[in-house]
């Protein structure tokens, strides 16, 4: 009886002690990042040539630009509970500082998305590499960012620059009873309302961009 006891246990101590190394080991590969905001938890990859690096995808930096916030400035993310996947480096452990690469994606400011860009090939580097996502069409980022550093394309590509803003956002309100003649706050809440999926049909439809 005395045996089969000390049998058990030693199982039992077996068993804790895979446990234990495995959550070590997923804290290893995937370390935790503290922002302002709170906790972020990230994935291990492989560079194209096989160079370890961690990601963190999907960070919020703003609020979701729904309901009263469309159309409009971004307000700062708020804080979350508990632990969030998101896109941040890891803690450098070295001493050295690394060019940081900001990666704006393409599309005309109408179509494609950060995750159409992999990083796989660029983290062959050693770098810091950041890709943003932002307000594509008729929801608009004309005016929330600056500084920026065209890599293809000229911004007197006609398609590049637009000066008919406003006739553009009067043909698209048309279309869901929104009018500017109500005054501008009228219009904004009426368009606010409006489902983005038919925002995005009536850009299309009126040719707007951002």
Request: hydrophobic share 40%; aromatic share 12%; with cysteine.
């Amino acid at each position: 009886m005395f045996i089969k006891s000390l049998s058990m246990l030693y199982c039992i101590f077996l068993y804790i002690s895979q446990l234990l190394m495995a959550a070590g080991d997923v804290f290893d590969e995937v370390p935790l990042v503290r922002v302002k905001q709170g906790l972020i938890k990230g994935i291990k990859e492989n560079s194209t040539e096989g160079k370890d690096f961690y990601s963190y995808l999907g960070i919020p930096y703003a609020e979701p630009p729904k309901g009263n916030l469309r159309f409009k400035a971004p307000i700062p993310k708020a804080s979350w509970e508990g632990i969030l996947d998101g896109t941040k480096m890891p803690p450098n452990q070295r001493e050295e500082k690394l060019p940081v690469m900001v990666f704006i994606h393409g599309g005309g400011f109408v179509s494609l998305r950060a995750a159409n860009y992999s990083p796989y090939v660029l983290m062959n580097r050693d770098i810091v590499l950041v890709v943003i996502q932002y307000r594509l069409g008729i929801f608009g980022s004309n005016g929330l960012f600056n500084r920026a550093i065209l890599q293809s394309g000229t911004a007197f590509c006609p398609w590049a620059s637009n000066n008919n803003h406003r006739k553009f956002a009067i043909e698209a309100g048309r279309e869901f009873g929104c009018f500017i003649d109500n005054g501008t706050e009228k219009y904004l809440e009426c368009m606010q309302s409006v489902n983005p999926r038919y925002l995005i049909l009536a850009a299309e439809k009126t040719n707007a961009s951002c």
